[in-house]
């Protein structure tokens, strides 16, 4: 697994947070957005670059699905009159995510795809690890909570996708 | 020549006939459709069985977009979220359906 993977699963599962209280609702809000906008931006650039029909459709799923949720979750938050804030995880996860951006920039073809789609696979397993262990159980308001609930099964499909279109690369 | 009074019977019944069917017709619009809900990532109910000319409607409550597919039966194209499709069942059989878009999701519709 990634570096920046293991700094944000580190930070989300073995942090003081797990310990103690947990992340605020107003963190939370900050990690989602952030943890959904990291993949709507890796899948814009991979949709750009790639030259597989495979990986185009897979990268427009992420992007479609992530901005659904985003939206979703902004609504929610601005119907809450709650402001995201921002913190080391979602601060990490952006770090994570600009240092992939910058990665899949200086690569094309059959490495990039690549690349994209291992990403994709730890990412996910961290977003989803992280949402079982920390977000979910952590989430005060009721109506975050359910839709991190609600939203899970997505994250649970799009990893399904991601791993077999990391065996289908491998072939 | 007809009198005032077999004028007036034959115009009430033809009321009454009018008004039979009205009731008739505005009872069989009330029938509601059946409903598929699509929520986190799942068709509910999974399988669902309906008679022919019976409509069937797949509500998107999930906040991304979905489909209900099925190869020579159903095709909704991008259900988007918030948004309603309505099939009108046409004739018997089994179908088993999916989300093109999240392949996972599989679905069951019985026309009997």
Redesign the interface.
């Known amino acids: 697994m990634k570096r920046s993977m293991v700094i944000f699963l580190s930070l989300i599962v073995g942090s003081a947070w797990a310990a103690a209280a947990g992340p605020t609702d107003p963190q939370i809000a900050a990690i989602v957005v952030t943890a959904n906008q990291v993949d709507i931006d890796a899948g814009k650039l991979a949709k750009s670059k790639s030259k597989s029909k495979q990986v185009q459709d897979f990268a427009q799923l992420m992007i479609t699905d992530h901005t659904g949720v985003n939206k979703a979750a902004s609504d929610l938050v601005t119907k809450l009159k709650v402001t995201p804030e921002p913190n080391d995880t979602s601060k990490s996860l952006q770090k994570g995510g600009d240092d992939n951006l910058a990665n899949l920039k200086t690569l094309d073809g059959a490495a990039l795809d690549k690349a994209y789609v291992d990403h994709e696979v730890a990412y996910h397993e961290a977003v989803i690890s992280a949402m079982d262990k920390t977000l979910i159980p952590s989430a005060q308001n009721a109506e975050l909570k359910a839709l991190l609930v609600k939203v899970r099964p997505a994250f649970d499909a799009h990893l399904a996708h991601a791993k077999a279109l990391q065996a289908s690369l491998a072939k | 020549m007809p009198n005032k009074a077999s004028l007036l019977g034959r115009t009430a019944v033809r009321t009454l006939g009018l008004l039979c069917l009205c009731a008739l017709l505005s009872a069989a619009a009330k029938v509601p459709a059946k409903t598929v809900t699509i ?4 068709f509910e109910p999974q399988s669902l069985t309906v008679h022919v000319g019976e409509q069937v409607s797949w509500v998107n409550k ?4 979905h489909t209900v597919n099925a190869p020579d039966s159903l095709d909704s194209k991008e259900i988007a ?1 918030g948004a309603v499709w309505v099939y009108r069942a046409r004739k018997a059989g089994d179908i088993k359906y999916h989300c093109t ?5 599989t679905g069951e519709l019985t026309i009997r």
């Not at chain 2, 929520?39 to 799942?42: D, L, N, R, S, V």
């Not at chain 2, 878009?101 to 999701?105: A, I, K, N, Q, S």
């Open positions: 929520e986190a990532m799942k999930d906040p991304f977009p979220p878009l999240h392949p996972t999701m």
